[in-house]
T-cell receptor, first 113, second 110 residues
Framework: DAGVIQSPRHEVTEMGQEVTLRCKPI?????LFWYRQTMMRGLELLIY????????DSGMPEDRFSAKMPNASFSTLKIQPSEPRDSAVYFC???????????FGPGTRLTVL | GQSLEQPSEVTAVEGAIVQINCTYQ??????LSWYQQHDGGAPTFLSY????GLEETGRFSSFLSRSDSYGYLLLQELQMKDSASYFC???????????FGQGTELSVKP
């Protein structure tokens, strides 16, 4: 079975540009999580969905960040406009019914110049 | 709120045993999880303790004491490939999301 799929794996962009990160969860999983990881702040939960519905977006840093899950097999995290401090690795993870076992994708390494 | 404390770094030699501790403060408790992350890789699930005691999975074991708000991950017969960061995590009071510790970087030396 394919694991969680994320694209792109690497993204380099300039400040002010829009960035869209994509995630395909494991088939059959109904919970999806977006995390951000930096050396300074560690692994932070940004937002999570259950059955395609956003449950908690309290970790989204500001209005520049938005996330959608139009169907059970696809989610996006968008940053508009991007800033250098958004540079981080962004992980998507999925699980069945908010279980403690979460399966992480390979991550997207974002660099904003 | 929730907070977790774990050592930032641990060093051990190949073949040895190492213990990574995790203490937590939570308003409710619904289990302690451990994840492993190799440099440049994604976190992967290792173990979960919902009740007190020891859970064993091959060379890895995880222990929980709810009365002490404490757990640990025990790695035996260390191998070079065990060099990675190890995160403990607890579920938040709403039982809906995981809160991760800052991670312990384990270096295994020959």
């Amino acid at each position: 079975d394919a694991g969680v799929i994320q694209s792109p794996r690497h993204e380099v962009t300039e400040m002010g540009q829009e960035v869209t990160l994509r995630c395909k969860p494991i088939s059959g999983h109904n919970s999806l999580f977006w995390y951000r990881q930096t050396m300074m702040r560690g692994l932070e939960l940004l937002i999570y969905f259950n059955n395609n519905v956003p449950i908690d977006d309290s970790g989204m840093p500001e209005d520049r960040f938005s996330a959608k899950m139009p169907n059970a097999s696809f989610s996006t995290l968008k940053i508009q406009p991007s800033e250098p401090r958004d540079s981080a690795v962004y992980f998507c993870a999925s699980s069945f019914e908010l279980a403690d076992t979460q399966y992480f994708g390979p991550g997207t390494r974002l660099t904003v110049l | 709120g929730q907070s977790l404390e774990q050592p930032s770094e641990v060093t051990a030699v190949e073949g040895a045993i190492v213990q990574i501790n995790c203490t937590y403060q939570t308003s409710g408790f619904y289990g302690l999880s451990w994840y492993q992350q190799h440099d440049g890789g994604a976190p992967t699930f290792l173990s979960y303790n919902g009740l007190d005691g020891l859970e064993e999975t091959g060379r890895f074991s995880s222990f929980l004491s709810r009365s002490d708000s404490y757990g640990y991950l025990l790695l035996q017969e260390l191998q070079m490939k065990d060099s990675a960061s190890y995160f403990c995590a607890v579920r938040d009071s709403g039982r809906r999301k995981l809160i991760f510790g800052q991670g312990t970087e384990l270096s295994v030396k020959p």
